[in-house]
């Protein structure tokens, strides 16, 4: 219940902050990309299967947000990318804070796309503007078809809605249909991809999306 | 950041009120267990598929915990079994106070096995005790083996840890001994189970493990 009985002031105090982040982002002519999704959707993976189809054009940076651990950023660190962990210590989602001091530890003006990789959990982040230019979320489809109505703020704040691990359709009971439809029953604008970081189907329209969001953003 | 600032006073409530759920639960002779697990991960298929083989013997009531919806509980209702569905309206886990509520409202001294499904999160819902007698948590094969590192509260909480999804090891990247390796790094004491809900695999081991944790709770 605490997010109710503080809510207004926190969120406030992180509405204040995130405007600084994007004012700091744009000065820089940066472009970013807040990926969130449920524990083990595939974030990492997504950006490890994104970067080397990227890395020529465009300078990238990544910031990590974990409970504990640095091993996603050093799945990173290893495509000779900078990239900035955060840790949360148990804190269930990133806060504009915490983005804000990790902008001022990266050299915003040589990167172009900036991805921040949230904490997994389908609830919290998604109250929590940073300062991004979009929000992009990832469903597993082993996590189920019915996850949009269960689940509906990210879905709601989500510009693209990823779907993952499509190479196990065949497997799994995820009807994919029922799950755009109640998608664009929550949010008619948002824009749904299917990829899968295993076999690598569907990345090259992730990456499109991408270029064109980037040259969107870029060309006002 | 909420719960830095706010932790201790909501901590102490819910504790309280977590003890009272705990005499309520006892005094009318229930065992409880708390579910947990990540969005999708399968808590109420689990739920679906253990209570055709108890009902016979025990008398079940299940709480199911949701942001929004109540289709989880539809799917318990089906079965004939008495069902509260709590709606958290958007707050990321069970707390004490919301199951208490929900224990007012079913038969309580007609209840053998209670079942509570918490709202699907790897974070938040191992922070607040809501009375139970113990906390399973069930992570899907699919979510990945580095989840005990990095989400440990949970695993930490947890007196059984239920592998899900274990039909589909063949065709995603789990090293199932990595994962349980990691489970008793953090938590020594957590016993683990595999299973699959879909081809129903396991189950049986599941089965026993309620059996004999009940009797443990009923004869002391």
Same mark, same amino acid.
């Given at each position: 219940m605490h997010e109710i009985h503080v809510g207004t002031d926190l969120r406030e105090k992180n509405r204040l902050i995130a405007e600084e982040n994007r004012d700091l982002i744009r000065k820089n002519g940066v472009v970013s990309l807040n990926i969130m999704s449920a524990p083990g959707a595939g974030k990492t993976s997504l950006l490890v299967n994104t970067i080397p189809h990227l890395r020529d054009r465009y300078s990238i940076g990544v910031i990590e947000g974990d409970l504990q651990t640095s091993r996603d950023a050093e799945r990173i660190a290893e495509l000779g990318i900078a990239v900035y962990q955060i840790? !949360?210590? =148990?804190?269930c989602h990133l806060d504009a804070s915490m983005v804000h001091s990790a902008l001022h530890r990266? +050299?915003? #003006?040589?990167? #172009?796309l900036l991805f921040i990789e949230n904490v =997994?959990?389908?609830?919290?982040?998604?109250?929590? #503007?940073? =300062?991004? %230019?979009a929000r992009v979320m990832l469903l597993s489809i !082993?996590? =189920? +078809? %019915?996850k949009p109505k269960k689940y509906p703020l990210m879905f709601r704040e989500s510009r693209l809605l990823v779907l993952n691990k499509v190479d196990l359709l065949q497997y799994v009971d995820f009807d994919i249909d029922k799950a755009k439809g109640e998608a664009l029953d929550i949010n008619p604008d948002i824009e749904i991809l299917e990829l899968s970081c295993k076999t690598g189907e569907g990345i090259d329209g992730w990456i499109s999306w991408i270029e064109k969001f980037y040259g969107k953003c870029r060309n006002g």
């Open positions: 840790q !949360t210590g =148990g804190v990266l +050299d915003l #003006d040589i990167i #172009d =997994g959990n389908l609830v919290c982040p998604a109250e929590f #503007d940073l =300062g991004e %230019d !082993t996590e =189920g +078809d %019915d």
